[in-house]
DNA sequence: GCAAAAGTGTTTACTCTACACCCATGA
DNA sequence: TCATGGGTGTAGAGTAAACACTTTTGC
């Protein structure tokens, strides 16, 4: 019917936050095009498998990274995207834990590395402006569905939680009414643990519940910061 | 490097609104597989041509419509869904004004018809889950972005749009409130038109000015029903 | 006992909601 | 003059924003 030569390819922004700094991870790619250059983790999708399948599989090869979050992020299609050819690349948005930061280089890549996302450096191909996208949808993202969580230790105090906010939005929060706000979503459980940061007052440490979250979800209650 | 056999499409979920009725654009099938049966146009993306070119160009193929937004939905990608082999396709999501309303079928389409989204047909491949998304969606982005407007003639009465979005929303408005909320944004432009519907009083004319609501975008004002 | 971070309520401004009557036209 | 849809304001409720002191710990 027709003799199409197009590929298909899975990217994946992977984020990370620590310290009040986002982190997103990048390869340096060890083939050409763009040898020694900077690029998103990805490459061809198997014929048989999905494309979450293809998006994990890449980031266990290049990074052994274990994902806590993915979601499709959009999808790039631009004949000259890709100097090999039409390579079409389905982008994907994944989040991680702060104790999944180990990571190694291999396969397609000689090293990776988080890199501060207000730091970054040059990129392969078009991968700039899926990382746009994607630092422009996780900031959109957070103040309508809990996902911030996903980025957090499991257990977490408030002012973590806050902090992440703070850098996520670029402003200023009013610590209590955040965190009234917060808690009136009923989607925090708090534990009856303590964690001490050195010096202070020890904080109480709370976690998401995801279960109740998609209960209240489905009987329409909205998390919106 | 790798012996890809996947193909690429691209599908197009086209949303036309007339009279408080939201209907969507469908074909039926004049091949196999699924021959007869109706579908979401769309067909396979040529090796040198733009995704949005290609949804644009089947559109005009199998229908004869001209679009009047368009955004990418989604992209689909399990590998079994379409019996011909792997097939990964990228939906988008569009939306036409009602004079565009005029259709016409040919090449891989036997039929063309407006269908009332409350009253589909049995679907062709995954269609029906691209379809129920791209509702979601639509009723969903009317809440927080002007897309409204696209559906509805350049002129329109206030009452217009207020039914629209009492169509795509489910419940009833407010006139009041809604034309206070709606003025408030600053995006129309009363003209100095009136419309009369055979009884009552003539309804005066407004139109969508894009141009306003990009510079208030940018200034960072929301539009949020 | 002091430095550092955690925790907590109240008042005020603003936004959203509910609600009913008059207006302009065609038949 | 009546039927039909268009156009308009205000009061009360609810939500969001501003704001400062006390508590608990480590050193």
Chains 1, 2 share one sequence.
């Not at 040898?35 to 052994?64: H, S, Y």
């Not at 806590?68 to 991680?96: K, T």
């Amino acid at each position: 019917m027709n003799k199409q030569s197009i590929k298909l390819s899975v990217d994946a922004v992977v984020f990370g936050y620590e310290e009040g700094i986002i982190s997103v991870l990048l390869i340096k790619r060890k083939y050409e095009p763009f040898k020694g250059k900077w690029a998103i983790p990805g490459g061809f999708v198997l014929n048989d498998e999905t494309l979450e399948c293809a998006v994990e599989r890449e980031l266990q090869e290049e990074t052994g990274i274990k994902i806590n979050y993915l979601e499709q992020l959009y999808s790039f299609g631009d004949p000259e995207r890709d100097p090999r050819g039409r390579i079409v690349s389905i982008a994907y948005f994944g989040l991680v834990r702060p104790n999944a930061f180990k990571i190694f280089a291999s396969t397609d890549a000689s090293e990776v590395e988080w890199f501060n996302i207000k730091e970054l450096p040059e990129l392969s191909f078009d991968h700039e402006n899926i990382l746009d996208l994607a630092i422009k949808r996780l900031q959109g993202k957070i103040t309508y569905e809990p996902i911030g969580f996903e980025l957090l230790d499991k257990k977490f105090p408030f002012s973590d939680l806050e902090k992440l906010y703070v850098t996520l939005l670029g402003r200023d929060i009013d610590r209590r009414n955040f965190r009234k706000k917060i808690i009136s979503f009923n989607v925090l459980d708090e534990l009856n643990e303590k964690v001490s940061k050195g010096s202070g007052r020890p904080a109480n440490l709370f976690q998401f519940n995801k279960k109740r979250y998609f209960q209240l979800k489905k009987e329409g209650i909205i998390f919106e910061i």
